[in-house]
């Protein structure tokens, strides 16, 4: 019974590594740049999202209306101004940049919003819950940000392989000279696909600021396991880095189960597995997605 | 002053190089300036590192306010022994980091030449600096740290302690004593629950000699600990099942802020509800409180300080609950329990500087720490009493958190336990959660 619990709650939780990866997996695979900064960037849609509650008095999820385009936005300029211009042979450049980005986001928002520790205040929906057979009880908010991730996925994969966007981006990852020749201007197609990273960056900000309390300094933390999802899953798949999230959240809830300690050292042990035995991840896919 | 532009002139060099720059500056300056020498040692330095920056930042947030108070205050200098001293403060950032913080503290005692180091908030900041006090025999004033893991993790020899280092602050006979006090208050199958995480404070709050465990035996009360789990973990539903299944009522631990939130917000889904909650750590400040809603009202924690504490400054006169006061009135902003302390660790540093008869004579002011008796804001601080040589204890009392409608914050905290320290008045009785 509990291992059950432990196995369903842990899928949940895998919905929401799987949100917080979904842009990072997305931009490596588009352009091959890791992105340091990932972390502080959801941190940082979650401080804009208290904003709008502040201002306008919103109710958390729908400040997403406003979130989602603003994100977007900062990261269409984000990637025109400053990313492109590293972009080269050299992976080290990039790197570096979000790294510093990372620093400048952390120690702006303590700046602006002091070290006080923040949070959405969603109301009821926060603590209720469905009672499922077997005693077990899914709590509403998980199970909407585990089907917000699916429909995310989906909706990228939908965006990458169903439509004339999605073949330019496809086309600039698998051979920027060529597609250049073809008339695709890179640095615009690398911009909106930061620009639509960020924007689930926002989703899962948002998410994220609901569910627990952040603080400018907490977006590191995040990066770690959604890191853990893309490799398992495969760099550069989606559906991967969706397996990947779950696998990582099940393997820690079932480490949990064994023993507290036993938690995020399962989730570890699974990662490094998974190096050993499959470099490439579970689900890779050529180049991209 | 004309030797200190000599060692800050050429920054660009490494900070070894700077050194190596600063020290032979010194050097030359020492044969051909002596006058200006003598002028420049006039100030008395005191060197000040907290945690400005980073995870561990809200302990240092009402530093600003306290030291313009501070700074005031001394304006006009110090006489000791006949002498008029200005006084200079000078402010390092830890940046949340024990590397960090060691490397400030050396800046400030080579650098600066600080005459006393004090310093604040959390081990993370206090050991590594007071271990670089002692290494190099700079009296230091250390605070807000429980002394074991001041202590012992600084590898402290009860029969020996240390000679350059002094703290004050409470210890976990206290919080222990604080907590069952508490839960004595209230009708429950007495089955704890705790959450005891994987770093230094969850392991000494665990431990089965000096921790939590023995005691709650002894007073009849039975531990459901299901293991040391890891910080920032985002699932907490493995403890939210083992206290489900030992029908705990009540819930104890030290828990960082976030992971405190998760875990509650879970076992609130999960239908946990114990009937009480006392919680080390993540709820030290409003605003944590605050983040969870409704969901905050009667939750337990520790309390260091506050304005009800019956105490007063030893500088400018101001009780407790003035300096809170002022506090609100400057910032807008609520008091918290690290006010007192900063405020408090000044205290400590002025008297014994004063009473020292020569601030520059490193070895008169550790005599002097060593030989305090002060009534401060928050309580006697008189080192020789204490567990250990280099430890002095403070009251500690316990509190819940309440909803308050018509006050101007959200939350105030009312202090409903003075079991080990009878001076501070109660403000109401333990209230059951569920």
């Keep these: 019974m509990n291992l059950l619990n432990a196995v369903v709650q842990g899928i949940l939780l895998g919905g929401l590594y799987a949100l917080v990866a979904a842009g990072l997996s997305l931009i490596f695979g588009v352009m091959r740049l890791v992105n340091i900064a990932h ?48 972009l080269g042979a050299d992976i080290l450049p990039p790197l570096l940049v979000t790294f510093g980005l990372s620093v400048i986001i952390q120690n702006g928002l303590l700046q602006t919003f002091t070290a006080d520790s923040q949070k959405l205040q969603a109301g009821a929906i926060e603590t209720v819950s469905l009672a499922l057979p077997g005693g077990l009880a899914v709590g509403v908010l998980p199970l909407a940000m585990f089907v917000v991730a699916v429909l995310i996925i989906a909706g990228l994969q939908l965006v990458f392989y169903r439509t004339e966007l999605g073949r330019a981006f496809r086309a600039t990852s698998d051979d920027p000279s060529t597609a250049r020749l073809m008339g695709i201007d890179n640095a615009h197609m690398f911009a909106l696909a930061m620009a639509l990273a960020l924007a689930v960056c926002a989703v899962a900000g948002v998410f994220l600021a609901i569910r627990s309390i952040f603080d400018p300094a907490i977006g590191p933390a995040r990066l770690l396991f959604a890191f853990e999802a893309v490799i398992i899953g495969g760099l550069g798949s989606l559906w991967g880095t969706l397996a990947g999230g779950i696998i990582l959240g099940v393997a820690q809830g079932i480490g949990a189960e064994i023993n507290p300690g036993w938690q995020l050292l399962m989730g570890h042990l699974v990662f490094l597995a998974v190096l050993v035995l499959r470099p490439q991840g579970l689900f890779p896919k050529g180049s991209l997605a | ?62 530093d600003g306010f306290i030291l313009g108070g501070i700074r005031a205050t001394l304006k006009d200098g110090l006489a000791v022994g006949g002498t008029s001293y200005a006084v200079e403060i ?61 202590f012992f993790t600084r590898g402290g020899d009860p029969a020996v302690g240390f000679d350059w280092t002094w703290h004050f602050f409470w210890g976990l006979e206290d919080i222990i004593a604080v907590f069952t006090d508490m839960w004595g208050q209230i009708e429950t199958n007495r ?112 309390v260091w300080w506050s304005p009800n504490h019956p105490f007063k400054s030893s500088l400018n006169g101001l009780g407790a609950k003035a300096v809170a006061d002022a506090y609100t009135a400057a ?104």
């Design chain 2, 331 to 434: 910032t807008g902003r609520q008091w918290t329990q690290p006010i007192g302390f900063a405020h408090a660790l000044f205290e400590v540093a002025v008297d014994a500087l004063v009473r020292s008869g020569d601030p520059k004579d490193k070895q008169a002011v550790v005599a002097a720490v060593a030989a305090t008796k002060l009534d401060t804001v928050v309580g006697n601080v008189a080192w020789g009493s204490g567990p250990v040589k280099n430890v002095a204890k403070t009251p500690l009392v316990g509190g819940q958190w309440r909803r308050t409608p018509d006050g101007p914050f959200k939350y105030d905290l009312v202090i409903t336990s003075n079991s080990v320290a009878a001076m501070v008045p109660t403000g109401g009785r333990m209230e059951a959660m569920s």
């Design chain 2, 191 to 302: 089955v704890v629950g705790g959450l005891f995480p994987n770093d230094g404070d969850g392991n000494a709050w665990g431990d089965p000699k000096l921790g939590f465990p023995p005691v709650l035996a002894g007073q009849g009360y039975t531990l459901v600990d299901p293991g040391r789990y890891q910080n920032l973990s985002q699932d907490f539903t493995a403890q939210i099942n083992a206290f489900k299944q030992g029908d705990v009522e009540i819930v104890t631990g030290v828990v960082i802020p976030p992971d405190f939130t998760t875990f509650w917000t879970q076992a609130k889904q999960q239908g946990f509800n114990p009937k009480a909650a006392s919680i080390g750590k993540a709820l030290l400040f409003p605003v944590s409180v605050e983040a969870l809603g409704e969901a905050g009202h009667n939750l337990s924690s520790e």
């Design chain 2, 1 to 62: 002053m004309i030797d200190k532009t000599l060692i800050e002139l050429p920054t660009g060099l490494t900070s070894r190089r700077r050194f190596v720059w600063g020290t032979s500056a010194l050097a030359a300056s020492a044969t051909l300036w002596r006058p200006t020498i003598a002028r420049a040692a006039d100030a008395i330095k005191i060197g000040y590192v907290s945690p400005k920056t980073g995870p561990l930042a809200p302990f240092a947030e009402a």
């Design chain 1, 39 to 86: 972390g502080d960037l959801i941190v940082l849609a979650g401080y804009v999202a208290l904003v709008a509650v502040w201002a306008t008095g919103l109710h958390p999820l729908l400040t997403l209306i406003v979130v989602v385009p603003i994100m977007a936005v900062l990261g269409y300029a984000l990637q025109r101004g400053v990313l492109n211009r590293t």
């Design chain 2, 90 to 150: 000078i402010e390092k950032d830890s940046q949340s980091n024990p590397n960090r913080a060691a490397e400030v503290a050396s800046e400030l005692i080579l650098g600066d030449e600080v005459d006393v180091v004090v310093v604040s908030s959390t081990p993370e900041t206090a050991n590594p600096v007071s271990d670089q006090c002692e290494l190099n025999e700079v009296p230091c004033i250390s605070t807000v740290v429980p002394w074991q893991p001041w």
